[in-house]
């Protein structure tokens, strides 16, 4: 199946969706975010897994990443952030609520977005960041390669660029980062051409941290959640879903074996099984009863 790539402007701001959606396709309407430095392309996978089980599904690049617009200087990053989920989720569901699943950065997205009214139908938090003190950033910052290639004052050619930039990557966000394959790092990197972007992404960091120290209020959160983590996650430890778990003994928890920060590229098959497994589940559980409890996984 093809993925429809296309431009869309929600509330002001152009952005770039990725959608599987037609004949043969169903399921509540399923938003797909993404974390900090990544795009809308590292759901690529999933969503093919999605589209062969049978469910629908829309990602976007959040502002500030991909081809999005720049987020606007002079407001936090995280409601500018909800804000567009709102919109979108208004213009995707065609009156009925989204399941919105988001990771790192896009999971905080997620658990924010359920805060306000109207609620997604349920959210899938994965590895979201958020939780305990964020070290995703520091260990970005004090990369080797990327100090080296900010400290240099030579021009940097763009497969230069792109090539230290796929290796910090592969290192930070694989449990196993030999196994990270070609395709997938150059996805990711597809959306950095300079120096200048490197800076950019970094200053832009910087600027998110202090949003992610304590940022939920979990008695907000009515509607269904699945947690999905990896256990060898070393951006943001597992050990912070206790924090969810306790506040929402209702949440469903499937923590991945030797998967780390970003398990919709290390294993796509299972995050999409999950995906679609809670979505039915979604669809399956009376509007009146939206907490329905469930055993942890």
């Not at 090539?163 to 997938?184: D, G, S």
């Given at each position: 199946m093809v993925i429809d790539e296309r431009s869309v402007e929600i509330d002001g701001v152009r952005t770039r969706l990725l959608e599987l959606a037609g004949p043969g396709l169903d399921g509540p309407?399923?938003?797909?975010?993404?974390?900090?430095?990544?795009?809308?392309?590292?759901?690529?996978?999933?969503?093919?897994?999605?589209?062969?089980?049978?469910?629908?599904?829309?990602?976007?690049?959040?502002?500030?990443?991909?081809?999005?617009?720049?987020?606007?200087?002079?407001?936090?990053?995280?409601?500018?952030?909800?804000?567009?989920?709102?919109?979108?989720?208004?213009?995707?569901?065609?009156?009925?609520?989204?399941?919105?699943?988001?990771?790192?950065?896009?999971?905080?997205?997620?658990?924010?977005?359920?805060?306000?009214?109207?609620?997604?139908?349920?959210?899938?938090?994965?590895?979201?960041?958020?939780?305990?003190?964020?070290?995703?950033?520091?260990?970005?910052?004090?990369?080797?390669?990327?100090?080296?290639?900010?400290?240099?004052?030579?021009?940097?050619?763009?497969?230069?660029?792109?090539?230290?930039?796929?290796?910090?990557?592969?290192?930070?966000?694989?449990?196993?980062?030999?196994?990270?394959?070609?395709?997938?790092?150059?996805?990711?990197?597809?959306?950095?051409?300079?120096?200048?972007?490197?800076r950019r992404i970094l200053h832009t960091g910087r600027r998110l941290l202090p949003e992610l120290l304590e940022p939920f209020d979990h008695s907000l959160i009515e509607c269904p959640v699945l947690l999905i983590w990896g256990d060898r996650d070393r951006m943001v430890s597992h050990r912070g879903s206790r924090h969810l778990l306790a506040a929402l003994p209702s949440t469903e928890y499937e923590l991945l074996a030797d998967v780390g920060h970003c398990p919709q590229l290390e294993v796509p098959a299972r995050v999409g099984e999950l995906i679609h497994d809670f979505c039915v589940r979604v669809r399956d559980t009376p509007t009146e009863d939206p907490r329905r409890e469930v055993a942890h996984g």
């Open positions: 309407p399923l938003l797909l975010l993404h974390g900090f430095t990544d795009s809308a392309d590292t759901w690529r996978p999933v969503m093919l897994d999605l589209a062969a089980r049978g469910q629908r599904s829309v990602a976007i690049d959040l502002p500030g990443f991909g081809q999005a617009d720049r987020l606007l200087p002079d407001e936090p990053m995280l409601p500018q952030y909800v804000r567009l989920v709102a919109g979108l989720s208004a213009l995707i569901g065609d009156g009925e609520a989204p399941v919105i699943a988001g990771n790192s950065m896009g999971g905080a997205t997620a658990l924010l977005a359920a805060e306000g009214r109207p609620s997604p139908a349920g959210i899938i938090p994965i590895d979201p960041a958020g939780f305990d003190h964020p070290r995703w950033f520091q260990l970005i910052d004090q990369q080797p390669l990327l100090r080296f290639l900010l400290s240099d004052v030579n021009p940097v050619p763009t497969p230069l660029v792109r090539m230290i930039l796929a290796q910090v990557f592969r290192q930070l966000a694989f449990a196993h980062p030999l196994r990270a394959r070609r395709e997938v790092l150059a996805r990711f990197t597809q959306h950095y051409e300079t120096r200048r972007d490197v």
